[in-house]
């Protein structure tokens, strides 16, 4: 049997893909080697961020609207809370680039967003503690996802629109051939007339030639209270300190005040030193010195998780197809701010193998800037 697209990695961007790939009416298969959503990748740790006035540049912008569309259209069909409007409060200097990206977004496409002085925002939050100079945009429409209920749904959708999936398949080769592409499997091998390879961090095991650097993350929950949860108003936020660091967070629940670090991390080249929470002497303490300046009433580390990004030397995406095999084609390079989008690069991957044409600008995420 010879499949109309095959996909390589049923994370976030993969499942999507086959969801709307099978939704079109092609013959999909769907492959991975652990069973998503699973804690091996990037999409794991309950919750991610959609922001909609982009600080990484007006270009993400009509993209993540039209994912905001369908991940409100699959929360219908599925019938489950997967987006969760707390708003997003971006924090940082004045000066800062990513913050005059966000503002410009805003206003280029008439995205609501209320902008705030250091003082008026500690006035709103008295849990911030801020620098004189810095601003505050809250996007009231933006907030969170619900990452691995949402893997699990699009997976789920995929198979029920006749995907055919097989996990714990490890994916050993991807070759080119004349009308399409041989995928050789732990199952042995299929035959299809596309692949679309959304294999996350690892993608160089199977495209060597792509210029990826995986890093090892960490992410870690904090003990705090309900003055920082999402009944009490508290939003998602990202934070640029003044040595331009990049944090960001997600209002309390019941298992403590869950930060991150966006920049930094460890490379890596294999899966062995991706090692657990608490393996780096950094791992628990990468936060502590962003609390005492920016949340100083947040208390002690619960505990954490290990992700890494697949990371690209200009940390935005690659949306391509391979340059000497154009029925290869590649999503990758998501370097930590690629979720909220898995379903409109989903919907593109599955517009690509029907031979429909694609409603955005892809031009800024091509192989070829490398």
């Known amino acids: 049997m010879k499949y109309d697209l095959a996909i390589v990695g049923c994370g976030s961007v993969g499942a999507a893909a086959g969801y709307y790939a099978a939704l079109s009416g092609l013959k999909v298969l769907m492959l991975d080697s652990h069973t998503p959503p699973h804690r091996h990748g990037s999409h794991h740790g309950d919750t991610r961020i959609i ?60 995205l609501t967003v209320e902008k705030m002085d250091a003082e008026q925002l500690q006035k709103r939050w008295p849990e911030w503690s801020v620098p004189d100079g810095y601003i505050g945009l809250l996007e009231p429409n933006a907030g969170y996802l619900k990452a691995e209920l949402a ?67 960490v992410f870690s929950w904090y003990q705090a209270d309900g003055r920082y949860s999402e009944n009490n108003k508290f939003p998602a936020f990202t934070v640029e300190t003044p040595e331009g660091d990049q944090f960001y967070g997600f209002p309390y629940n019941n298992d403590g005040l869950k930060l991150g670090k966006h920049n930094g991390g460890q490379p890596i080249t294999a899966p062995e030193q991706r090692r657990p929470f608490g393996s780096n002497t950094q791992d628990g303490s990468e936060v502590f010195g962003f609390l005492r300046q920016f949340l100083p009433g947040v208390g002690v580390c619960l505990h954490g998780e290990v992700c890494t990004y697949d990371v690209s030397p200009d940390e935005d995406f690659i949306l391509d197809s391979l340059p000497h095999s154009p029925q290869i084609s590649v999503v990758t390079g998501l370097s930590g701010h690629g979720f909220k989008f898995a379903t409109v690069l989903g919907e593109i991957i599955a517009l690509q193998a029907a031979g429909q044409p694609v409603p955005f600008d892809l031009s800024p995420f091509k192989i070829s800037r490398f």
């Open 51 to 110: 922001r909609h006035a982009y600080g990484e540049g007006e270009k993400y912008v009509p993209l993540v609207l039209r994912a905001q569309e369908l991940w409100n259209k699959l929360e219908e069909v599925s019938a489950v809370q997967l987006f969760h409007r707390s708003g997003v409060l971006n924090i940082g200097p004045s000066s800062s680039e990513f913050m005059r990206n966000a503002e410009n977004s805003a206003s280029q496409f008439g």
């Open 151 to 217: 893997v699990g749904i699009l997976n789920e959708k995929a198979a029920e629109a006749g995907a055919e999936l097989h996990f714990n398949c490890q994916v050993d080769a991807i070759t080119p051939e004349d009308n399409g592409v041989k995928i050789t499997t732990s199952e042995g091998e299929f035959s299809a007339s596309r692949v679309a390879v959304t294999a996350g961090t690892w993608v160089k095991a199977l495209l060597p030639e792509l210029p990826i650097n995986p890093v090892r993350k």
